[in-house]
């Protein structure tokens, strides 16, 4: 590959590898927020509150992945 086609790719390698840690690092460890609510540690309404900006950022994270899925099968 040239030089210049893998400078152009390298922004969408970096995205890659920044949303590879995010799903298979940070992501797993997002803490049960039912299980918590159970157990007094929040309430309903602050489970709810993080569910929402949980989701939020899954969404965002899918988006990101679908604008690079391009490179990730050449």
């Given at each position: 590959e040239s030089?210049?086609?893998v400078g152009k790719r390298l922004p969408?390698?970096?995205e890659a590898?920044?949303?590879h840690n995010w799903w298979t690092q940070a992501r797993p460890?997002?803490?049960?927020?039912?299980e918590e609510v159970s157990a007094g540690r929040l309430t309903g309404q602050e489970a709810?509150?993080?569910?929402?900006?949980?989701y939020a950022?899954?969404?965002e994270m899918l988006?990101?992945?679908v604008k690079i899925?391009?490179?990730?099968w050449s």
């Amino acid at each position: 590959e040239s030089p210049e086609f893998v400078g152009k790719r390298l922004p969408c390698y970096k995205e890659a590898l920044e949303l590879h840690n995010w799903w298979t690092q940070a992501r797993p460890k997002r803490v049960n927020l039912w299980e918590e609510v159970s157990a007094g540690r929040l309430t309903g309404q602050e489970a709810a509150t993080i569910e929402d900006r949980q989701y939020a950022e899954d969404t965002e994270m899918l988006v990101r992945l679908v604008k690079i899925r391009e490179i990730l099968w050449s």
